[in-house]
C-alpha cells in the first residue's frame, strides 16, 4: 500500500555498523563487516544472497539472538545489543517475530495451540491469547482449521500458520529466514501476499532473507548482501 | 511428580498386536502378532531391517496409532480407552518422545522449546523456569539456553530434545532412531546421556535403532523381522 517511507516515520528497527566476526575450529569468518539497516513500522525489506554470506548471521543478530562483535541493533530505540542475555531473550519473545523455512509448528500440537504458544510462553491471560489465536487464524484464512493437527496441514498452509505464530505477540518486526524455501510458486506466491497484507494490518516491519529473487522483488526496499555489507537492489 | 511406576506394574504390555497398511489394492501385514512387555525401569532397543515394523511398533506402543488387532496398556492403562483431550494428557505425563532430527521448534530457543510441555501441562511459570533450568544443565547445554535450533549442532539439537522428552519426569521413553542424523561419536554420547537420565529416574526406555553399538547399549535387545518379533520375549515374570 504504502511503499515510500514519510519523512517522520516510526523506526522499528535500526542497525548501525554491525560487525561480526565468528570462529569455527580456530577458522576466522567475518559475517558481517559494518552492515546498516533501518526498517520503518509496516515496511516490507528484503535481502537477498547466497548461502554462506552472512544471511543467517544477519537474522541472529537482527533478532537479538547473537551479540554482535560489533556496531548496534535498536528496536524501538533501545539497544538490545547492551542488554543482559536474560533481558534480550525477553526482548526477542515479545518484540521480535521470527519465521523459518520449516519445522516452525510443533506437529502434534493443533493449529489453534501452536499460534497460542509464543503468547503463552509470555504469559499473557488466557482471555487475550484467545481472542488474539482466532483473530489471527481468520486473519491467515484458516479459523476452520483451529482444531486440527498441525501435521495435517500443507506446506502452504503451514507456513501461513507460522505467520501467526510470529505476529501473535504483536512484534514490532518479523524476521522470515527463507520462509517460501520449501513451496511452490503457486503457494509461494500467495503466502507473499499475505504477508503484503498483514504487515500493513499488523504495522509490523517484515524483513525477508531468501536466495529467492520471487520474494525479494515482492519488498519495497530490496537489498543485496555482499562481503558482509548491504547493498541497495 | 514422581515418574516412576510401582515396580510389579509392567510399564508396557503389548499383546497380539497386527497392523495392516493397504497400497492401492496391495495389503501390507507391517507387523504380525508382536508381543513385548517392558518392565518398570527397563530399557529395551528394537533393532530390525528397514521395512521390519520397527517404527510401526512404537507408534502402537506410544499410542500414535492404533492395531488393527491386539492391546496395548501403558501405565496399565489401555491406549483404546482413551479419547481426545484426555489421551494427549496421559500421553503427555506419562511419555516422553525423542525422533530421529531433534524436531525442535526452529523459532524457538532452546529453553522454550523444553518449556512447551511444562507450559501444556499447567505448570507454573516460576517452576517452569526452574526445571527448564535444571534440564538444560542435566544434558550440558546450561549456556545455550536462548539460542535457536539452527544456532546449535545436531548432537546440541538432539540434546534439547531429550532434555524436552524428560522435563515432565515420564515414566517411558519413545525413542525413534534418536541418533540417525549424528556421527558415531556423537551418536554414542547422546544415547548415554539419554539412558543416564532415563536409568536415574527409573524410566522405562523404548529404543528403535538400526545401529547395533546403540543397540548393545540396552538391557534387552529385540529384532523384528518382517513384522515379527524374531526371538520371542521371554515368558512374562510370574506374578
Same mark, same amino acid.
Given at each position: 500500500?504504502?511503499?515510500?517511507?514519510?519523512?517522520?516515520?516510526?523506526?522499528?528497527?535500526?542497525?548501525?555498523?554491525?560487525?561480526?566476526?565468528?570462529?569455527?575450529?580456530?577458522?576466522?569468518?567475518?559475517?558481517?563487516?559494518?552492515?546498516?539497516?533501518?526498517?520503518?513500522?509496516?515496511?516490507? $525489506?528484503?535481502?537477498?544472497?547466497?548461502?554462506?554470506?552472512?544471511?543467517?548471521?544477519?537474522?541472529?543478530?537482527?533478532?537479538?539472538? /547473537?551479540?554482535?562483535?560489533?556496531?548496534?541493533?535498536?528496536?524501538?530505540?533501545?539497544?538490545?545489543?547492551?542488554?543482559?542475555?536474560?533481558?534480550?531473550?525477553?526482548?526477542?519473545?515479545?518484540?521480535?517475530?521470527?519465521?523459518?523455512?520449516?519445522?516452525?509448528?510443533?506437529?502434534?500440537?493443533?493449529?489453534?495451540?501452536?499460534?497460542? %504458544?509464543?503468547?503463552?510462553?509470555?504469559?499473557?491471560?488466557?482471555?487475550?491469547?484467545?481472542?488474539?489465536?482466532?483473530?489471527?487464524?481468520?486473519?491467515?484464512?484458516?479459523?476452520?482449521?483451529?482444531?486440527?493437527?498441525?501435521?495435517?496441514?500443507?506446506?502452504?498452509?503451514?507456513?501461513?500458520?507460522?505467520?501467526?505464530?510470529?505476529?501473535?505477540?504483536?512484534?514490532?518486526?518479523? %524476521?522470515?529466514?527463507?520462509?517460501?524455501?520449501?513451496?511452490?510458486?503457486?503457494?509461494?506466491?500467495?503466502?507473499?501476499?499475505?504477508?503484503?497484507?498483514?504487515?500493513?494490518?499488523?504495522?509490523?516491519?517484515?524483513?525477508?532473507?531468501?536466495?529467492?529473487?520471487?520474494?525479494?522483488?515482492?519488498?519495497?526496499?530490496?537489498?543485496?548482501?555482499?562481503?558482509?555489507?548491504?547493498?541497495?537492489? | 511428580?514422581?515418574?516412576?511406576?510401582?515396580?510389579?506394574?509392567?510399564?508396557?504390555?503389548?499383546?497380539?498386536?497386527?497392523?495392516?497398511?493397504?497400497?492401492?489394492?496391495?495389503?501390507?501385514?507391517?507387523?504380525?502378532?508382536?508381543?513385548?512387555?517392558?518392565?518398570?525401569?527397563?530399557?529395551?532397543?528394537?533393532?530390525?531391517?528397514?521395512?521390519?515394523?520397527?517404527?510401526?511398533? %512404537?507408534?502402537?506402543?506410544?499410542?500414535?496409532?492404533?492395531?488393527?488387532?491386539?492391546?496395548?496398556?501403558?501405565?496399565?492403562?489401555?491406549?483404546?480407552?482413551?479419547?481426545?483431550?484426555?489421551?494427549?494428557?496421559?500421553?503427555?505425563?506419562?511419555?516422553?518422545?525423542?525422533? #530421529?532430527?531433534?524436531?525442535?521448534?526452529?523459532?524457538?530457543?532452546?529453553?522454550?522449546?523444553?518449556?512447551?510441555?511444562?507450559?501444556?501441562?499447567?505448570?507454573? /511459570?516460576?517452576?517452569?523456569?526452574?526445571?527448564?533450568?535444571?534440564?538444560?544443565? #542435566?544434558?550440558?547445554?546450561?549456556?545455550?539456553?536462548?539460542?535457536?535450533?539452527? #544456532?546449535?549442532?545436531?548432537? #546440541?539439537?538432539?540434546?534439547?530434545?531429550?532434555?524436552?522428552?524428560?522435563?515432565?519426569?515420564?515414566?517411558?521413553?519413545?525413542?525413534?532412531?534418536?541418533?540417525?542424523?549424528?556421527?558415531?561419536?556423537?551418536?554414542?554420547?547422546?544415547?548415554?546421556?539419554?539412558?543416564?537420565?532415563?536409568?536415574?529416574?527409573?524410566?522405562?526406555?523404548? %529404543?528403535?535403532?538400526?545401529?547395533?553399538?546403540?543397540?548393545?547399549?540396552?538391557?534387552? /535387545?529385540?529384532?523384528?523381522?518382517?513384522?515379527?518379533?524374531?526371538?520371542?520375549?521371554? $515368558?512374562?515374570?510370574?506374578?
Amino acid at each position: 500500500m504504502n511503499n515510500s517511507i514519510p519523512g517522520g516515520s516510526s523506526r522499528a528497527l535500526e542497525a548501525h555498523g554491525l560487525y561480526h566476526i565468528y570462529r569455527e575450529r580456530d577458522i576466522e569468518t567475518v559475517a558481517l563487516r559494518g552492515a546498516d539497516l533501518s526498517l520503518a513500522a509496516g515496511s516490507w $525489506t528484503s535481502v537477498i544472497g547466497p548461502s554462506g554470506c552472512g544471511k543467517s548471521t544477519l537474522v541472529h543478530v537482527l533478532g537479538g539472538l /547473537v551479540e554482535p562483535s560489533g556496531g548496534s541493533v535498536l528496536i524501538e530505540n533501545e539497544d538490545i545489543t547492551r542488554l543482559a542475555a536474560a533481558e534480550r531473550a525477553i526482548r526477542r519473545r515479545r518484540r521480535i517475530g521470527v519465521v523459518m523455512q520449516r519445522d516452525n509448528l510443533h506437529p502434534l500440537l493443533d493449529v489453534a495451540t501452536n499460534v497460542s %504458544l509464543p503468547l503463552r510462553l509470555d504469559g499473557r491471560p488466557v482471555g487475550e491469547v484467545r481472542d488474539r489465536v482466532a483473530e489471527l487464524l481468520s486473519a491467515v484464512g484458516l479459523a476452520d482449521r483451529a482444531g486440527q493437527p498441525s501435521r495435517q496441514l500443507s506446506g502452504g498452509e503451514a507456513q501461513r500458520v507460522a505467520i501467526a505464530v510470529a505476529l501473535a505477540p504483536r512484534p514490532v518486526v518479523v %524476521l522470515a529466514d527463507e520462509l517460501t524455501g520449501e513451496l511452490d510458486e503457486e503457494s509461494t506466491v500467495a503466502v507473499l501476499e499475505l504477508l503484503d497484507e498483514l504487515r500493513a494490518r499488523e504495522n509490523a516491519a517484515i524483513l525477508t532473507v531468501t536466495h529467492n529473487p520471487l520474494v525479494a522483488r515482492r519488498a519495497d526496499h530490496p537489498f543485496v548482501m555482499r562481503d558482509g555489507l548491504l547493498v541497495a537492489a | 511428580m514422581g515418574s516412576s511406576l510401582p515396580p510389579e506394574l509392567a510399564a508396557i504390555a503389548a499383546t497380539g498386536l497386527s497392523r495392516v497398511h493397504r497400497d492401492g489394492a496391495r495389503t501390507l501385514r507391517s507387523l504380525d502378532d508382536v508381543s513385548l512387555t517392558v518392565a518398570v525401569g527397563e530399557v529395551v532397543a528394537v533393532v530390525g531391517p528397514s521395512g521390519s515394523g520397527k517404527s510401526t511398533l %512404537l507408534h502402537l506402543l506410544a499410542g500414535f496409532d492404533r492395531p488393527d488387532a491386539g492391546r496395548v496398556e501403558v501405565a496399565g492403562i489401555a491406549w483404546d480407552s482413551l479419547r481426545g483431550s484426555a489421551l494427549a494428557r496421559f500421553r503427555r505425563r506419562t511419555c516422553g518422545f525423542v525422533a #530421529q532430527g531433534a524436531s525442535l521448534l526452529a523459532p524457538a530457543t532452546a529453553a522454550e522449546n523444553i518449556e512447551v510441555p511444562l507450559l501444556l501441562d499447567g505448570v507454573a /511459570v516460576a517452576e517452569r523456569r526452574e526445571r527448564v533450568t535444571e534440564a538444560l544443565a #542435566q544434558v550440558g547445554l546450561p549456556a545455550e539456553a536462548n539460542k535457536l535450533p539452527d #544456532q546449535l549442532s545436531g548432537g #546440541q539439537q538432539q540434546r534439547v530434545a531429550i532434555a524436552r522428552a524428560l522435563v515432565n519426569n515420564p515414566a517411558i521413553m519413545f525413542a525413534d532412531e534418536p541418533t540417525a542424523s549424528l556421527d558415531s561419536t556423537t551418536a554414542i554420547a547422546v544415547v548415554d546421556l539419554m539412558l543416564a537420565i532415563a536409568r536415574s529416574r527409573h524410566s522405562s526406555v523404548v %529404543l528403535v535403532t538400526h545401529d547395533p553399538t546403540v543397540a548393545e547399549k540396552a538391557d534387552r /535387545v529385540v529384532t523384528l523381522r518382517s513384522g515379527r518379533l524374531e526371538v520371542p520375549p521371554p $515368558t512374562a515374570n510370574g506374578a
